[in-house]
RNA sequence: GGGAGCAUAGCUCAGCUGGUUCAGAGCACCUGCCUUACAAGCAGGGGGUCAUUGGUUCGAAUCCAAUUGUUCCCACCA
């Protein structure tokens, strides 16, 4: 320690790594239920492969900063730590480290295959949360859950077989979002809509029997020939490649363009098929040429035209988005080769009227973000949502859970009331798989299953239906489907105290509800609502109180961070660099509620920069020689009154930020609190004198009082920078080894001596503008001056301005005299400093005059208002009490300038 | 197409229930200092029609309306 501190710099390496270890080996971030109030917080589980990246870093330093601070309150506070399987992107990692050694994944059995992804997760899993511990996290780690442990698997079946039971779940056939690459359903809000250029196509689709053709008549009709008179539809399309796949093209009967083409039946162009024009309002006049092409197989639009007129269905893709035997062009070529080929193939065979430049939007895989989702038409699982939308909108829009910002409470409010069923069926193996089980059934047979928690009971039941008394164990076919990731975590806050399984049992009783979420507001919909919906269902019960939304991590430009974009700094290399400490007070400081951040590596400085401030304001008070006779100065002791008065007036403030979850704001009343507060006013207000190279001691009760206000500002600043307060709390005191900062209570908010801070105030202010004569002037510390006072002035003045502003006296004077001095204002006291020879008469003439100026700039101002009849009338007394000071004090100013001016004039 | 947010200093943003926290903070910038804790620092300083236009009010950065710009969310128009 002795070599360590006289570095001038504070260096968090070996700090960080011997404290992390100590906290927790000592078990102090464990938690178990006893008689404290509980604070619980669940972690947003991350990706279980995935690593640290800048959003994480912000989540998770917000929720150490609460947890800290709950669990320094005084409260049992717990954090439970944990990942999630994430089986989209798991399994398409896992895929693609298998291709990279020439496995396929349709070549494997499910067993064989998840043997693979198990190897994968044990590889990876676990260094997002080795990362987090770099961070200074206070996870309970001995409770570390996995969305696929035992735990959480047989949670998630057992509420699946519920909501079966209970009739909220069903399997149905329908239109889904269909992920190509994946091969699997995805549930709408796994769709990312985007804006992109592309083209509309204008094909021609001939009329069948051309003798039939008759025009109407009808005013603004258009008929269609060619150069040999034959007639021909045109119909706009963005998806050529799925023309093999029509079955109608569809004209609105109101349509005076298409009146002709009604009753007709035409031919898919290059397909050669007939199919019919069938009349539907849905069909948009203006749009295109107001004919569409029907595609019932690819697009919701078209499936629910397929369905009224009754229409045939063509699928013509394979699951993996290549076309099928289905088709009669193209088999076996990838659906975006394929409509470059025909549109080529159209241009060629004549059928290409014309192709425009379009803006339309596509919906993408959110998973896989190259990849287009297909609408597909499939058997899948659903989740009834209307009553558990009803039990999920209750608890937030009765206040019960408060959204930070609040503003989300719309954004809640309106998807909910607007909720399609969740498709919960995802065509993957890794994952829980689905414990429903078919029976045998003959071709072409209804399917007939039972659902149950195991095969064993799912024979059962199985036995109950007639006609199935003998079946076997082996004759059921175990669903080959897994569930959507998000259905179990949604159970997360239940499931992590085995709350499903053991409903009473001691640890979901006492930690649930949890107090706080923490989570960006992209995941509203997946994690936030559905775990009200949990919850309530579940524990009858809301899963937490408050919900902080951060913002999206940005760079400096405001672009979103991302891997391709090489704009996302590496956390674990800002950690390296600037400390953990440094990176979280940096990014606190930028981070409000619900508002994106830019970072910039600035900010990280300014954290690192702050830890060295705190290392230096250590090692000054530590060099200090103590004396036990030396009396306390009278700056001192003005300082520690002032100082204990400051503290108390800024936790009050603190603690009124965090009840609002202004976090940062929070942050940066602790960082003024102890960089100006502290090192600039109180530190130099006790510092002892410095003679002949050698310092004076410094009195005992002034030392201990300075180490007690340390020790307040390190527990004050701890849940946001653990380490150095941690380190420097144990330096202050040798005797305090084997304990820890974290077991301290916050500094409490007090009675603050207001008049005492505007006094303080006050002298500061004097001293500013004595600091501000000395530049100007170039009078150098060293030589001090005198200071005249005319008027009422505080009694800490003398001992403040003589230590910080080298005022060697203080004189209460009737009058400044006649020499040449340098005179400025505080409120409305006068003070002088004699300068004689020092003043510029002319330079401080103008500057006078100019100052006259101004305050009868904004006397005038107040004048207004005070001889406003109805202001005097209708504003609030101390309103107008307030603009007569301000006029009274004003008036003095004004005339004290004038004295002072006619007094320099007259030299 | 529907909804929400934002617009205040060069940058990022506070400004909460209209009135001394009213025009603020941090960073950046300028000037002077290597003053025995800290140059990753100290001291001092400049900088803004609060997007625009109306309205309400004794009084508006703050409340209301419209406009402009911008961001996000939701929605099946090929």
Redesign the pocket.
Request: with cysteine; charged share 30%; hydrophobic share 30%.
């Given at each position: 320690m002795q070599e360590e501190i006289s570095a001038?710099?504070?260096d968090p390496t070996s700090v960080e790594q011997r404290w992390y270890s100590y906290w927790e080996e000592n078990g102090l971030f464990h938690s178990e239920p006893d008689e404290r109030e509980p604070y619980t917080v669940v972690i947003p589980p991350p990706n279980v492969t995935g690593v640290l990246h800048m959003g994480h870093m912000m989540n998770n330093t917000l929720q150490d900063v609460l947890v800290r601070r709950a669990r320094m309150m005084g409260k049992n506070a717990l954090w439970v730590p944990g990942t999630d399987h994430a089986s989209i992107a798991t399994e398409a990692k896992v895929v693609g480290r298998l291709s990279e050694q020439g496995i396929r994944k349709q070549d494997l059995t499910r067993e064989q295959f998840l043997s693979h992804a198990w190897d994968w997760t044990r590889e990876h899993g676990g260094i997002i949360l080795k990362q987090l511990r770099r961070l200074g996290a206070s996870c309970d780690w001995q409770r570390t859950a996995f969305t696929m442990d035992e735990v959480r698997s047989k949670s998630v079946i057992r509420v699946f077989c519920d909501l079966y039971d209970k009739g909220l779940i069903y399997r149905g056939l329908r239109m889904v979002n269909w992920d190509p690459k994946a091969r699997t359903a995805l549930s709408?809000?796994e769709v990312v809509?985007k804006e992109e250029h592309s083209k509309l196509y204008y094909l021609r689709y001939y009329v069948a029997d051309q003798d039939a053709v008759r025009p109407t008549g009808a005013e603004g009709e258009v008929l269609h020939r060619d150069e040999d008179g034959r007639y021909y539809a045109v119909v706009?399309?963005?998806?050529p490649e799925t023309i093999m796949g029509d079955t109608a093209m569809c004209i609105n009967p109101k349509d005076p363009k298409n009146q002709w083409l009604r009753g007709r039946r035409v031919i898919v162009p290059l397909v050669g098929r007939e199919i019919p024009v069938i009349e539907d309002r849905?069909?948009?006049?203006e749009?295109?040429t107001?004919c569409?092409?029907v595609t019932p197989a690819h697009?919701?639009?078209d499936y629910n035209l397929g369905k009224t007129h009754h229409l045939d269905s063509i699928d013509i893709f394979n699951p993996d988005g290549t076309i099928s035997e289905n088709s009669p062009l193209y088999v076996g070529l990838d659906r975006n080769v394929v409509r470059k080929m025909i549109s080529k193939d159209l241009e060629a065979a004549g059928l290409m009227e014309k192709v425009e430049d379009y803006l339309?939007?596509v919906g993408y895989s959110e998973r896989n973000p190259d990849t287009a989702v297909e609408p597909r038409l499939c058997r899948q699982w659903y989740l009834k949502m209307p009553h558990l939308a009803k039990i999920a909108l209750k608890p937030v829009l009765d206040g019960e859970i408060k959204f930070y910002p609040d503003?989300f409470l719309?954004?809640y409010r309106?998807?909910l009331e607007?909720i399609d069923d969740w498709c919960i069926s995802r065509q993957l193996w890794w994952g829980h798989r689905i414990p429903a089980y078919y029976l045998p059934s003959a071709e072409g047979e209804e399917e007939r299953f039972v659902v149950a928690e195991s095969r064993e009971e799912a024979l059962e039941r199985a036995h109950k239906i007639a006609g199935c008394e003998h079946l076997k164990a082996e004759d059921l076919r175990h669903d080959e489907d897994a569930l959507d990731t998000w259905f179990s975590s949604w159970l997360w806050p239940i499931s992590l105290f085995d709350g499903i399984l053991h409903p009473d049992n001691p640890e979901i009783k006492y930690y649930y509800p949890t107090a706080d979420l923490v989570t960006a507001p992209?995941i509203i919909?997946f994690w936030v609502a559905r775990m009200i919906m949990a919850g309530e269902e579940y524990m009858h019960q809301v899963p937490f109180r408050n919900v902080y939304f951060t913002g999206i991590v940005r760079d400096?430009l405001?672009r979103k961070m991302s891997k391709q974009l090489g704009n996302s700094p590496d956390p674990i290399g800002l950690i390296d660099k600037y400390g953990a400490d440094g990176v979280r007070l940096g990014i606190l400081?930028?981070t409000?509620a619900g508002?994106?951040?830019?970072f910039d590596e600035?900010q990280v400085?300014?954290g690192?920069?702050f830890c060295?401030?705190i290392w230096?304001?250590f090692?000054?008070v530590k060099?200090w020689t103590v004396s036990d006779d030396a009396p306390r100065s009278e700056a001192a002791e003005v300082a520690v009154k002032w100082f204990d008065a400051r503290l108390k007036a800024t936790v009050a403030e603190m603690d009124r930020d965090f009840e609002?979850y202004?976090i940062n704001?929070a942050v940066?009343c602790s960082y003024?609190l102890f960089?100006?507060d502290f090192?600039?006013w109180y530190?130099?207000l006790v510092?002892p004198a410095?003679k002949d190279?050698v310092?004076d001691p410094i009195d005992r009760g002034t030392y201990e009082a300075t180490l007690g206000f340390f020790d307040a500002l390190l527990r004050l600043l701890h849940p946001v920078m653990p380490f150095i307060t941690e380190e420097l709390w144990h330096a202050l005191d040798p005797a305090r080894e084997g304990d820890s900062i974290m077991r301290q209570r916050m500094p409490g908010a007090g009675k603050v001596d207001e008049a005492l801070l505007a006094d303080f105030a006050s002298a500061c202010q004097t001293?500013?503008d004595i600091?501000?004569v000395r530049?100007a002037k170039n009078i150098p510390?060293r030589d001090t001056l005198r200071l005249q006072v005319k008027g009422a002035y505080p009694a800490l003045l003398a001992p403040v301005v003589s230590k910080m502003a080298g005022i060697s006296q203080v004189e209460s004077v009737a009058d400044f005299g006649s020499g040449a001095g340098q005179v400025f204002m505080v409120g409305t006291t006068q003070y002088n400093i004699p300068l004689e020879g020092l003043v510029d008469t002319g330079a401080e003439i103008a500057r006078i005059k100019a100052e006259i100026q101004r305050y009868e700039g904004f006397l005038r101002g107040v004048n207004a208002?005070l001889s406003?009849e109805?202001?005097v009338a209708?504003?609030?007394e101390q309103?107008v009490a307030?603009e007569r000071k301000?006029h009274s004090?004003a008036t003095t100013k004004i005339e004290n300038l004038k004295a002072q001016l006619s007094k320099l004039e007259n030299l």
């Open positions: 001038t710099k504070y709408n809000i809509y706009a399309t963005t998806r849905y069909v948009d006049i749009f295109g107001g569409l092409k697009d919701v639009n339309n939007k503003r719309g954004t309106q998807w607007n992209d919909f400096k405001g400081l930028c409000s508002n994106d951040i830019l600035s400085e300014q690192r920069n060295n401030k230096n304001a090692r000054l060099g609002q202004r704001d940066m003024k960089w100006d090192c600039s530190l130099e510092k410095f190279g310092q001293v500013v600091r501000a530049q510390v208002k406003n109805r202001f209708n504003a609030p309103v307030l301000k004090d």
